[in-house]
């Protein structure tokens, strides 16, 4: 199949750091390619694939404030679609703002929707754009737009096999994220030290999460049982999972997908967490760990949770979470769009004489909400 | 007429305070209505207006990091678009995120833009669409951009009998203005203190532009012939300029339209000023006032300016600028365009036969850059 995958221009793919879509779409980009697809992937010109790289930028934009994304995703967007005839499928990681291009061409486009959808303008938008085809990565992020067409579900993928796989439990807990109210890094420090077992924690500290830190978190630091250290490497967070008891991540909102738990189950090291948002999509309480909602269970589950097998919870990550999984499933979803094509824009009236201007043609007012479907490329009206 | 207005949603129409776009429209829907004209205006609703408004959001965004005001603009410019047939012609102030919609109606779109086009992803975004229908706000602002379909370039207007009158001159220079590099408040400062003429400076202080301020002006403050004014509200700025001798703004960017400059005129007061950008399009050196490029140019200017007429100044405003010419010369843009609809985006190929599967139909593939004219509504391929 010829594939195209667009990307947003803040982070090259893969990431070198932060950046959890652009390293989603390296997963399956690499692995569609194993597969044998032809992929094209619009990017910045730092990124790295096997697939054919159109770039549409010299260098990653990060998010500097000085230069206009959006003004970029636009032109970005104007020019792929004057191209879409050649794909067999247009699969969209920007978001809302590839919605006005998608009736461009009769080519299907794919919008997998990475973020959360209950911030306001964001439900908003998509909202006005029911009928395109949408993948969730969890079916608890469809809550808050039941309404959209969701075509599928697709969890995401990592690579199992890049992922340290460590048979012996470790003797610590381990926080690994962003340093925010919503991961709640005061409850985790709260469980270890009830639990009496070390807490290594390693976070990013964003600008806008500072406050929150110093005033919430630093002082809780001062603490034999708990290790700070700040923001850690790639390889350095998969050693520090590896090697742990557990990921302890008792995050309080409905997060669409946990990437990180995945991430510590290929390294063989079970999750404990709340079970809110993807969480009870993702894990097994009992399996892959345990799962509370206040610190007492949490508490209770750190008790027994060397009593979870690892080579468990490597196999499980294996098999549910590996990125072939993700991009056959992906393909499943392209074959299906290929065959059914929904226009879901409206489609202009007919020509009809002027009412008021005799000899003159002009349109009837459109039928709002008219949609017209083929099967197989047949003629659309 | 049925003409749609359509502005950004940061502010709200008129503005309570910074809002060049936001004034000029409000100057043009009040004029177009005043024409005889059914106007509507998309705007936030607390925007005031003699038009029909149909308000997109219940209060201005104001620039709030957290809320998303692009995902406002998709979803409100699909919801106009969805009803575009009803108008004669859509007018859109919002820049280059109108574009991907122009080709979602019959009806002409008309895109007015306001900024600067020097900026690089501006710049880009605008290549892309080169055959929208563009209003420039000076001849100057095209030089970046000169293969953009220009239309007509339309000068901004004011109420000029809004503006106090003063027959006499003043004893003060006056700076009028954004605190930036771009402005060279330090020349100001510098011209006055030559001519020995005081300087009064009204400026708002923007976060950005703060360090540039505190490290390069707040030490030429302090001079007896300098008074430092602050923000000053719309009347305290018309007194201002209306009582001052000349208003000094030795601009060195190429602004793409000086505001300010016409009203200081209004006022009946000469402008001193750099001949860049639109300047030689708005001034008349030697009537409205006197350009110059240098410290001396400008002292030579301040010596003489007390013989400029300032009756002529007034009435240069009145006949240039006032906002029924702009209105006008926008209406005479509209009926252009709604004879003449270019239809710039690409028609997708006739049906054929599959050539691989037979008995299916497909689309031929796309004639690139194929435009279709129409004169008065005959009949579009």
Redesign the interface.
């Known amino acids: 199949m010829h594939i195209a995958q667009l990307v947003p221009l803040q982070i090259a793919v893969p990431p070198c750091a932060y950046g959890g879509t652009e390293r989603v779409v390296y997963n399956l980009v690499e692995a569609l390619v194993r597969q044998g697809h032809d992929v094209t992937l619009y990017a910045t010109g730092d990124s790295h694939t096997s697939a054919r790289l159109v770039p549409m930028l010299d260098k990653a934009l990060r998010f500097d404030p000085n230069?206009?994304?959006?003004?970029?995703h636009?032109?970005m967007?104007?020019?792929i679609y004057?191209d879409a005839?050649q794909y067999d499928i247009i699969h969209s990681h920007m978001e809302?703002?590839t919605?006005?291009?998608v009736d461009?061409t009769?080519r299907p486009t794919l919008l997998t929707l990475h973020g959360r959808l209950d911030?306001p303008?964001?439900n908003?938008?998509y909202?006005?754009?029911p009928a395109a085809n949408y993948v969730s990565i969890s079916d608890a992020q469809r809550q808050f737009l039941p309404q959209l067409r969701w075509v599928r579900t697709v969890h995401h993928g990592i690579n199992v096999a890049d992922f340290p796989f460590q048979p012996e439990h470790g003797d610590y807990l381990t926080f690994v994220g962003r340093m925010s109210p919503e991961k709640r890094p005061d409850i985790a420090i709260e469980v270890a030290r009830r639990s009496g077992i070390p807490n290594k924690i390693a976070a990013k500290v964003d600008h806008k999460e500072r406050p929150f830190f110093e005033r919430e978190i630093v002082p809780l630091l001062d603490d034999p049982l708990v290790e700070w250290l700040g923001e850690v490497d790639e390889t350095g967070k998969r050693e520090l999972m590896a090697n742990a008891l557990a990921l302890l991540l008792p995050i309080n909102w409905p997060e669409p997908f946990g990437m990180v738990f995945i991430e510590a189950l290929a390294c063989g090291t079970p999750v404990l967490t709340c079970p809110l948002g993807s969480v009870p999509e993702l894990l097994m309480d009992g399996i892959t760990g345990y799962c509370g909602c206040t610190v007492e269970e949490l508490v209770e589950g750190v008790k027994k949770v060397w009593r979870i097998s690892r080579e468990g919870c490597r196999s499980y990550a294996a098999r549910r979470f590996d990125s072939s999984r993700m991009a056959s499933e992906y393909v499943d979803v392209y074959r299906e769009l290929q065959g059914h094509r929904r226009r879901y824009?409206?489609a202009?009236g007919p020509?009809i004489a002027?009412p008021a201007v005799p000899g003159?043609?002009?349109?009837a007012?459109?039928k709002?909400g008219r949609v017209a479907d083929s099967v197989?490329?047949?003629?659309l009206p």
């Open positions: 230069v206009d994304a959006t003004a970029h636009i032109a967007l104007n020019e004057a005839d809302y703002i919605l006005p291009f461009k009769r911030v303008a964001w908003r938008v909202r006005r754009y824009f409206v202009p020509l002027h003159i043609l002009t349109r007012p459109r709002a197989h490329g047949a003629a």
